[in-house]
C-alpha cells in the first residue's frame, strides 16, 4: 500500500524568506512524486513531480522539491516567499503497480507580509 | 481550451434524496477520479475509472456510485444511503501512465439542508 504523511498542518512564514513544506511517504518500489497547491474554493494545481533523475526537482511559480530516498522525503522548497504563495499544498505518489495517486492530509501555507 | 469542468459548483440536497454531479473532460485523458475532500483529511478517492464502462471503488466509496458511458464522463451519484455527504467534491483525469499529472476540475460543494 503507498501513503503520504504531511506532518504539518499549518507553516508560517515570513515573505522574503525561504520556505519548506514537509512530504514523506511510503510504497513498494519506485516512487513518483508530486505537488499541488489549491487556492480556496478551488481545484489543485500541479506544481511539479518527482520520476527520475536528479533528486532536486524545479517547478511552477519557483518551486523545487528535493527527493531524498533514504529519508523517503519529498519536501517543497522555495528560495523566497510570496504572499501570494498561501495556499493550501499537497502532497501525492503513486508507485509502480497503483494506477490512482494517494494525496496526503494537506499543509496550510501562510506567507506574512 | 482543453480541461476538465465539473457541474454544479454548489448544489444543496435534502436528507433521503440522491443528487448526481457532472464531470466533463476534453484532455481525451483514459483515467478519472472523483476525490471527497473534508478539511484536515486531504484528499480521499471515492471510485476511479481506467476505460470506459468499467469503474473501481476507491477508499470509501460506499454510499455513492458512478458510471463511465463515454470517455469523456464520468458522473458521480450521492445516493441517500451516504450518511454524511457535505463535502467538497473533486473530479480529476489523467493519461493512464503512471508518471502522468492529473488534472482537476474546479470542485462541487455539496451541503445537505
Known amino acids: 500500500a503507498q501513503s503520504v504523511a504531511q506532518p504539518e498542518d499549518q507553516v508560517n512564514v515570513a515573505e522574503g524568506n525561504p520556505l519548506t513544506v514537509k512530504c514523506t511517504y511510503s510504497?513498494?518500489?519506485?516512487?513518483?512524486l508530486f505537488w499541488y497547491v489549491q487556492y480556496p474554493n478551488r481545484g489543485l494545481q500541479f506544481l511539479l513531480k518527482?520520476?527520475?533523475?536528479?533528486?532536486l526537482v524545479k517547478g511552477s511559480y519557483g518551486f523545487e522539491a528535493e527527493f531524498n530516498k533514504s529519508q523517503t522525503s519529498f519536501h517543497l522548497k522555495k528560495p523566497s516567499a510570496l504572499v501570494s504563495d498561501s495556499a493550501l499544498y499537497f502532497c501525492?505518489?503513486?508507485?509502480?503497480?497503483?494506477?490512482?495517486?494517494?494525496f496526503g492530509s494537506g499543509t496550510q501555507l501562510t506567507v506574512l507580509p | 481550451d482543453g480541461g476538465i469542468t465539473q457541474s454544479p459548483k454548489y448544489l444543496f440536497r435534502k436528507e433521503g434524496q440522491n443528487v448526481t454531479l457532472s464531470c466533463e473532460q476534453n484532455l481525451n485523458h483514459d483515467a478519472m477520479y472523483w476525490y471527497r475532500q473534508d478539511p484536515g483529511q486531504g484528499l480521499r478517492l471515492i471510485y476511479y475509472?481506467?476505460?470506459?464502462?468499467?469503474?473501481q471503488k476507491g477508499d470509501i466509496a460506499e454510499g455513492y456510485s458512478v458510471s463511465r458511458e463515454k470517455k469523456e464522463s464520468f458522473p458521480l451519484t450521492v445516493t441517500s444511503a451516504q450518511k454524511n455527504p457535505t463535502a467538497f467534491y473533486l473530479c480529476?483525469?489523467?493519461?493512464?501512465?503512471?508518471?502522468?499529472?492529473?488534472?482537476f476540475g474546479q470542485g462541487t460543494r455539496l451541503t445537505v439542508v
Open positions: 501525492a505518489v503513486r508507485d509502480g503497480s497503483a494506477r490512482q495517486l494517494t
Open positions: 518527482y520520476i527520475t533523475g536528479d533528486n
Open positions: 480529476a483525469s489523467s493519461m493512464l501512465e503512471r508518471d502522468r499529472k492529473a488534472f
Open positions: 510504497v513498494s518500489g519506485n516512487p513518483y
Open positions: 475509472s481506467q476505460i470506459v464502462n468499467d469503474f
